[in-house]
């Protein structure tokens, strides 16, 4: 589906009705966003096999990683400490073969979410708060899934 | 315009749009930096302020947008100031997906656990307790229900779980 953008060349802020001063904040995390997508193309070799390596796994204990990467534990930590940074990984303290370790997975952002889709139908349950598996509509939705793809 | 990888995304797009309708999309569709008052996206977009306000709110409601209020000292008015999050997005949809695979979990064993009945005429489909019910005739258009196959439905939602629990790296049989 494409969608169309409107354009927006007219500067928003200009715009007559805007009465108040206002200062020009961007938010932090829009920025975030913008950060990370431009770090994974600044990533050293190492930090980029060790990003495919989370990836491929769907998670891996840091004491894990820095083995499979073949990389020593404390370089793996220091891997895993920049992707963390740049908001590629997502990790969290866990106790692991008796240990404290850290859990590092990918993040949402790379999910499939095609996973959602049946031919060109989303997913019926978004934007309802119940779930209903017996509706019509995921009928309709199993249907597509069944029959169009 | 801030987001824009994320909004090149089609099942992104179709996300929003499933969200805020049509009339909400213009605004969906098109995140701004920083801060916008309701009044000025409408006067940037040629909206009506109500399809505006209502499409925020949408967005508010699903943690796709924040605001905060103003209150002008001379007119005493109030200015809403929104802020668009749509770095929520990834999570929304991994949690869609989540609510996806258990009701695919349900429907799976249901289909797999009834034999069922078809009217073709009709497109009706009955499981076998209700089409003996009805004498195996359809009870909208009297024509005979024959027995229906629904193997093809089975492998297709087996095949999307196997693939949504790997991608979620959730364990089956739940």
Redesign the interface.
């Known amino acids: 589906m494409q969608v169309c953008v409107p354009g927006r060349d007219g500067d928003i802020y200009a715009a007559p009705g805007a009465s108040f001063q206002r200062i020009h904040v961007r938010t932090f995390v829009a920025e975030v966003v913008r950060v990370s997508v431009a770090a994974e193309e600044e990533l050293t070799e190492d930090e980029h096999a060790g990003l495919e390596l989370v990836r491929e796994t769907g998670g891996i204990h840091q004491s894990d990683f820095w083995k499979e990467l073949g990389v020593s534990s404390r370089k793996g930590s220091r891997i895993v400490e920049s992707l963390v940074e740049k908001g590629l990984v997502d990790r969290e303290d866990t106790i692991y073969n008796g240990h404290n370790t850290y859990y590092v997975s990918p993040t949402a952002r790379d999910l499939e979410f095609s996973l959602l889709m049946a031919g060109d139908m989303l997913s019926p349950f978004i934007g309802e708060e119940e779930v209903d598996g017996n509706s019509d509509a995921f009928s309709q939705w199993i249907m597509n899934l069944a029959y169009e793809e | 315009?801030?987001?824009e990888?994320?909004?090149e995304?089609?099942?992104?797009?179709?996300?929003l749009?499933?969200?805020v309708g049509p009339k909400g999309?213009?605004v969906a569709?098109?995140p701004?930096?920083?801060?916008?008052?309701d009044?000025?996206?409408a006067?940037?977009?040629d909206l009506e302020l109500n399809d505006v306000r209502r499409a925020l709110f949408i967005l508010y409601e699903n943690d796709l947008a924040e605001y905060r209020r103003?209150r002008?000292e001379d007119s005493g008015w109030l200015?809403y100031?929104w802020?668009?999050?749509?770095?929520n997005i990834?999570?929304n949809?991994?949690e869609?997906?989540h609510?996806?695979l258990?009701?695919?979990e349900?429907?799976e064993e249901?289909e797999r656990n009834h034999e069922f009945y078809l009217c073709e005429v009709c497109s009706i489909r009955f499981e076998f307790g209700e089409a003996m019910d009805f004498g195996f005739e359809c009870p909208e258009c009297g024509s005979p229900l024959e027995s229906m196959d629904n193997d093809?439905?089975v492998?297709?939602?087996d095949d999307?779980l196997a693939?949504?629990r790997?991608?979620?790296?959730v364990e089956s049989g739940a």
């Not at chain 2, 701004?32 to 008052?37: A, I, N």
């Open positions: 315009m801030a987001f990888d994320l909004l995304d089609p099942v992104i797009q179709k996300y749009h499933e969200l999309m213009p569709a098109a701004p930096d920083g801060e916008v008052t009044e000025e996206l006067e940037e977009l103003l002008d200015t100031l802020t668009f999050h749509y770095e990834p999570e949809l991994e869609e997906m609510r996806l258990a009701a695919l349900d429907r249901y093809r439905l492998t297709a939602m999307r693939a949504l790997e991608e979620l790296n």
